[in-house]
C-alpha cells in the first residue's frame, strides 16, 4: 500500500506541478516546461485579440510620449525663463526621462503606420496645429543630425524664429553648405535637435569624449542669439508634442472612424494583412535599425556614430528600444523593467507553446546587455549604479572608439543576437502563422 500510496502522490504532485508551471508562465511565457514534457499548449489568443492589444499599445506608448514631452517642455519654460545651471540640469533630466517613453514606441516603425507609412501624418501648417502630410517619424527623431547647421541658423536669424520657419528648413541644402555637406544631415527638429541644444557638442576632454556636452547655462542667457536659442528650443519642443499627439491620436481608441486604426488597421477582412506588417515591421526594425544602424559605429570606430551622442545617454535607446519589441511581443506594456502598466494578449500569444521558441528570453538578453548606469542618466527609469556581470557598463562612445576595450565583444554579440538570430526567430513565427 505504501509503494501505491507514494506512486500516487508521486503522479499527483507532478500533475500538480506541471500545471503550476503552465499557470505562472502567463501572457508572454514561453511555455518552456510545456515544451520540456514535449506537450503542446494551443495559442491562448486569436487573430483580432492581438491586433487590438497592439493598437491599445500603440496609443498608450504615444500617449505617454507625448505627456513626457510636455512636462520636458514645462522643465524647458522654466530654463529659459530663468537660464542657470539647476534649471538645465532639471530639462536635461525631463528629456532623459522623454527619451525613454518615446523609444519603446520605435518598435512600431517600418510597419507601414502612422509614424511612418506611405500617407504622413506631421507638419508644421502654422498656429497650434502640427498636423501635414509628412513623415512623422523624420520629424520626430531623425538622425544623424549635424549640429553645425542649428547653430548657422540661430546665427542667420534677426528675429524670433516660429516652428513653422524651423521645420521648413529641414534637408535645407542651403545650410549644409559650409558643414558636412550632407543635406540627409540637415536636422532641425525632433528629440536630437533638442539634446544638442540642451548638451551641446560631445568634444571634451581633448577628443577623448569621457562625458557627454558641456553646454553651460549662460549660452541661453542674455539678447541677440541667446534669446533665438530659447525661441528655438521651445518652438521644436511644442512642435514635438504635436507630432506625437499626431501619431497617438491615429490609434486612438476612442475614437470610431476616420484613423488609421478603425479604417486601415482593424478594418474586418484586413486581419491578416495587418499582422503580416506587424511581423515585417519587427524584423526589419530589428535589422535595419536597433541592430543595424544604431550599432554602425562598433565597425566604424566614430563616435560620430553614436546615436545619442551630445548626451552621451545612447544605452538607453537599445535598451529601451529592446523593450517596445518586448512589450509588443508579450502584450505587457512597460517602461521600468518588470512594472507593467497594462497587461493583454502579445504576439506570444498567437503561438502554441510549440512554437513560441525562445523568442521572449532572446528580447530580454538584448535588452538587459544596456545597463543604464551613467551619472547624467540617474533620472532614467532603469537607472542603475550596479552592473551585472556581461552587461555593457562601459561609456557606448568609449566602446566603440577603442576596439581593444574589454565590452567591444558586448556590441558585436549583442548585434548579431538581434539581427541574425532573434529576427530570424520572429520571421519563422510569422511563417507558423501563415502569414
Wanted: hydrophobic share 35%; net charge negative; glycine share 10%.
Amino acid at each position: 500500500m505504501r509503494n501505491i500510496h507514494t506512486k500516487i502522490f508521486s503522479i499527483l504532485f507532478s500533475i500538480t506541478l506541471f500545471g503550476s508551471l503552465i499557470s505562472c508562465g502567463g501572457p508572454g511565457s514561453d511555455n518552456s516546461a510545456a515544451a520540456l514534457l514535449g506537450l503542446d499548449i494551443p495559442a491562448s489568443a486569436t487573430k483580432t485579440e492581438a491586433l487590438t492589444r497592439y493598437a491599445d499599445l500603440a496609443y498608450e506608448s504615444y500617449n505617454q510620449a507625448a505627456t513626457d514631452a510636455t512636462s520636458l517642455l514645462t522643465a524647458l519654460t522654466t530654463f529659459t525663463t530663468t537660464p542657470n545651471e539647476t534649471n538645465l540640469t532639471a530639462a536635461r533630466n525631463a528629456w532623459v526621462v522623454a527619451r525613454s517613453s518615446y523609444l519603446v514606441t520605435e518598435a512600431f516603425r517600418f510597419s507601414d503606420g502612422p509614424i511612418d507609412g506611405t500617407t504622413g501624418h506631421c507638419g508644421a501648417p502654422g498656429g497650434s496645429v502640427y498636423s501635414g502630410t509628412d513623415d512623422c517619424e523624420g520629424a520626430i527623431n531623425a538622425w544623424p543630425l549635424d549640429e553645425v547647421v542649428i547653430d548657422n541658423y540661430i546665427s542667420s536669424l534677426s528675429s524670433t524664429p516660429t516652428f513653422a520657419n524651423i521645420y521648413a528648413k529641414n534637408g535645407d541644402s542651403t545650410l549644409a553648405s559650409g558643414s558636412e555637406g550632407d543635406t540627409e544631415k540637415v536636422v532641425m527638429t525632433g528629440y536630437h535637435a533638442i539634446e544638442y541644444l540642451l548638451w551641446g557638442q560631445d568634444n571634451t576632454n581633448s577628443g577623448d569624449n569621457t562625458v557627454p556636452g558641456q553646454r553651460p547655462a549662460t549660452d541661453f542667457s542674455g539678447s541677440g542669439i541667446p534669446s533665438y536659442r530659447r525661441a528655438y528650443i521651445l518652438a521644436v519642443t511644442q512642435g514635438l508634442i504635436g507630432h506625437l499627439q499626431q501619431v497617438r491620436d491615429q490609434w486612438d481608441p476612442a475614437v470610431t472612424s476616420g484613423t488609421y486604426r478603425t479604417d486601415t488597421f482593424l478594418t474586418s477582412g484586413n486581419t491578416d494583412t495587418s499582422l503580416g506588417l506587424v511581423f515585417t515591421g519587427l524584423t526589419s526594425f530589428m535589422v535595419q535599425e536597433w541592430g543595424g544602424d544604431r550599432l554602425s559605429g562598433v565597425d566604424s570606430e566614430l563616435q560620430e556614430d553614436e546615436h545619442s551622442c551630445f548626451s552621451d545617454t545612447t544605452k538607453a535607446d537599445f535598451y529601451y528600444d529592446a523593450q517596445g519589441v518586448y512589450n509588443i511581443w508579450t502584450g505587457n506594456y512597460s517602461i521600468k523593467k518588470g512594472v507593467n502598466i497594462s497587461t493583454g494578449a502579445g504576439l506570444v500569444n498567437l503561438l502554441s507553446s510549440k512554437n513560441q521558441g525562445s523568442v521572449t528570453s532572446q528580447i530580454e538578453s538584448a535588452r538587459d546587455t544596456f545597463c543604464i548606469n551613467l551619472d547624467d542618466e540617474t533620472t532614467d527609469p532603469n537607472y542603475t549604479a550596479s552592473c551585472p556581470g556581461g552587461s555593457l557598463s562601459h561609456r557606448y562612445d568609449q566602446v566603440i572608439m577603442h576596439p581593444a576595450d574589454s565590452q567591444h565583444s558586448v556590441l558585436e554579440n549583442v548585434g548579431l543576437l538581434i539581427n541574425t538570430t532573434l529576427a530570424q526567430n520572429v520571421v519563422r513565427a510569422k511563417n507558423v502563422l501563415g502569414l
